[in-house]
């Protein structure tokens, strides 16, 4: 357990989470870049297959069993597909978070360039038998366990 799981409760769950695909390379890839181009550590992570990230989606109604998207939970709130992406671009260093551009798009045709891209995804960039190890760096923004239960507290 890491230091920012220690002090974790429902009350001080991080206020960016980003749920992804703990599987894919292209997601491990996007973690990375997210990581990198995020100097103020805005963003924590949890695989998808994890309890925090199996709990947060059962929370959000969103199926894990067919699970093709990045999520980002913000303030209480989950973008899914495009949306996420450029919500999460749009907090990135500056040139990345110009990408937020791209959001007067309409986004149900966001939405069908980001699905087509997450069919293709396995096939595309390939698939791990196991969930990423993250670089120690990288893992102290990891979130992977639910704070305590305590009964009255939804995620």
Do not use: H
């Not at 709990?55 to 067919?66: C, P, S, W």
């Not at 980002?72 to 949306?83: C, E």
């Not at 980001?114 to 196991?130: C, H, L, M, P, Q």
């Amino acid at each position: 357990m890491n230091e920012l799981q220690a002090a974790m409760t429902p009350d001080t769950l991080p206020k960016r989470i980003v749920i992804f695909d703990g599987v894919c390379n292209l997601c491990e890839f996007s973690v990375n870049f997210i990581y990198e181009r995020d100097r103020d550590g805005k963003f924590t992570f949890t695989p998808a297959q994890s309890s925090l990230g199996s709990k947060l989606l059962q929370d959000y109604k969103l199926n894990d069993e067919t699970l093709d998207t990045v999520v980002l939970v913000k303030n209480g709130r989950a973008y899914t597909r495009s949306s996420a992406a450029l919500e999460i671009a749009s907090e990135l260093d500056i040139p990345w978070s110009f990408l937020q551009l791209f959001s007067v798009i309409p986004q149900f045709l966001r939405d069908q360039v980001y699905d087509v891209i997450a069919r293709n995804r396995y096939r595309w960039f390939g698939k791990k038998e196991s969930c990423m190890i993250p670089t120690p760096e990288i893992k102290a923004r990891f979130v992977e366990q639910p704070p305590p239960f305590d009964g009255s507290t939804k995620l």
